[in-house]
């Protein structure tokens, strides 16, 4: 009976570490937008509440505990206590942060429940009017604001060009015809709306690759920030 008890406290205390480790992406996210937190910020995993994400925010001896059913509520739960407590913030059109010593108190614990489990983010339009030349800098900047803003679910269809031409040289077309069909990379969105093909192309291997390359970053970071892509689906249009 003691060395069961003794295998179960090492099997809760690996459970325990490895949902630590989930929150590692906070963390980072934490020290690429509000650097005042570093070494200030503790980070804990709690179960969701009827199927819901929850975070709770605390202060004690001017360290923020956050804690959180998802790296997405975590994320969120940073951004409610920049926003509210600090009175600082992130966004496309410019940042206000500043360096804090003595952080906020939070008091009494505050505690928040997601009213929708998924938090849906971009459309292909928006793809094309403002990220069609992100670069992975630009990126990694957009997706540290979805997770502040408790997005978990984003429509992901960087590098599809690649896909696309791959796939047509196994159902038998040449590399001409290939590139042809794909168009350049400011109008992505409306050919995978299935409005047009070839426009503003034909499309260099070099930059399919690097698109496709970008996308792997992209989706590796979504995955970290607890971000799941929605892929694009064959809409029934072919050279």
């Avoid at 934490?30 to 570093?38: G, I, M």
């Avoid at 926003?83 to 952080?103: D, E, V, W």
């Avoid at 047509?168 to 590139?179: I, M, N, Q, V």
């Amino acid at each position: 009976m003691k060395s069961l008890l003794t295998a179960l406290i090492f099997v809760l205390n690996i459970c325990q570490l490895f949902l630590a480790q989930d929150f590692k992406s906070v963390n980072n996210l934490a020290q690429r937008q509000f650097p005042w937190l570093a070494g200030k910020l503790v980070l804990k995993s709690v179960p969701k509440e009827k199927d819901a994400d929850i975070f709770t925010l605390e202060t004690r001896n001017n360290q923020l505990y956050i804690s959180a059913s998802s790296a997405s509520a975590a994320s969120r739960g940073l951004d409610w206590y920049v926003k509210h407590y600090a009175r600082q913030s992130i966004s496309h059109f410019g940042n206000n942060t500043r360096n804090i010593n003595k952080l906020p108190v939070v008091s009494p614990l505050l505690k928040k429940t997601s009213l929708v489990p998924y938090r849906y983010a971009l459309n292909y339009c928006t793809i094309n009017y403002s990220f069609s030349f992100y670069t992975w800098e630009d990126w990694e900047k957009e997706l540290d604001w979805m997770a502040l803003n408790g997005v978990n679910i984003m429509l992901a269809p960087v590098g599809t060009e690649l896909v696309w031409y791959n796939t047509l040289l196994r159902l038998g077309y040449t590399d001409t015809e290939a590139k042809a069909f794909i168009p350049g990379p400011a109008f992505t969105a409306w050919w995978l709306m299935g409005n047009l093909e070839g426009w503003g192309g034909p499309v260099s291997m070099d930059m399919m690759k690097q698109q496709a390359e970008l996308q792997k970053k992209i989706l590796k970071r979504m995955k970290e920030l607890g971000i799941e892509p929605i892929l694009q689906g064959f809409y029934g249009m072919v050279p």
